[in-house]
């Protein structure tokens, strides 16, 4: 039996180009009807969980095949939002809660660290930060690079 790795099992994840102007918009009325809705609204949208991080998947009727990924950093107090394809890790916030953390654990053992403790230059945020704090499409580049390494290691 062939076991697939964690890089291959989300490597279909695809976000919507950044920059597009169109997407930006997209962006802003999501995240516009989002943060107008009450706080206890915006809890069916939210997971928290010491791996994965804080989390908000959020979709809407006025923009179908869209998905809003929503990253909040409590300590940092700042946030990283990303627009997504549909996906099966998209499906259900335990979904996404499951694939971010296979990512951040397979990141951790790459790396030979506890996952807790890696911190990645974060140039748009302009700091070091934590795999919990990272987009999910930026967990992927970063395995992509840990298993490159691995790679390369091997092979020297």
């Given at each position: 039996?062939?076991?697939?790795?964690?890089?291959?099992?989300?490597?279909?994840?695809?976000?919507?180009?950044?920059?597009?102007?169109?997407?930006?918009?997209?962006?802003?009325?999501?995240?516009?009807?989002?943060?107008?809705?009450?706080?206890?609204?915006?809890?069916?949208?939210?997971?928290?969980d010491n791996v994965?991080?804080?989390?908000?998947?959020?979709?809407?009727?006025?923009?179908?095949?869209?998905?809003?990924?929503?990253?909040?950093?409590?300590?940092?107090?700042?946030?990283?939002?990303?627009?997504?394809?549909?996906?099966?890790?998209?499906?259900?916030?335990?979904?996404?809660?499951?694939?971010?953390?296979?990512?951040?654990?397979?990141i951790g053992s790459?790396?030979?660290?506890?996952?807790?403790?890696?911190?990645?230059?974060?140039?748009?945020?302009?700091?070091?930060?934590?795999?919990?704090?990272?987009?999910?499409?930026?967990?992927?580049?970063?395995?992509?690079?840990?298993?490159?390494?691995?790679?390369?290691?091997?092979?020297?």
């Amino acid at each position: 039996m062939i076991i697939d790795s964690v890089l291959d099992k989300y490597r279909g994840v695809r976000h919507r180009q950044a920059g597009d102007i169109q997407d930006e918009g997209v962006l802003n009325s999501m995240l516009g009807k989002l943060t107008k809705m009450s706080k206890i609204d915006q809890q069916q949208f939210w997971s928290q969980d010491n791996v994965a991080g804080n989390v908000c998947l959020y979709t809407n009727s006025e923009h179908p095949g869209v998905i809003l990924e929503y990253v909040w950093s409590n300590q940092a107090k700042d946030s990283i939002t990303t627009l997504y394809h549909p996906h099966s890790i998209f499906n259900t916030r335990g979904d996404l809660i499951k694939a971010r953390t296979d990512l951040i654990m397979e990141i951790g053992s790459g790396l030979q660290m506890l996952p807790s403790m890696v911190q990645i230059n974060d140039e748009g945020r302009g700091r070091l930060t934590y795999l919990a704090e990272m987009g999910t499409m930026q967990l992927i580049d970063t395995l992509a690079e840990v298993e490159a390494q691995r790679v390369n290691i091997i092979h020297a």
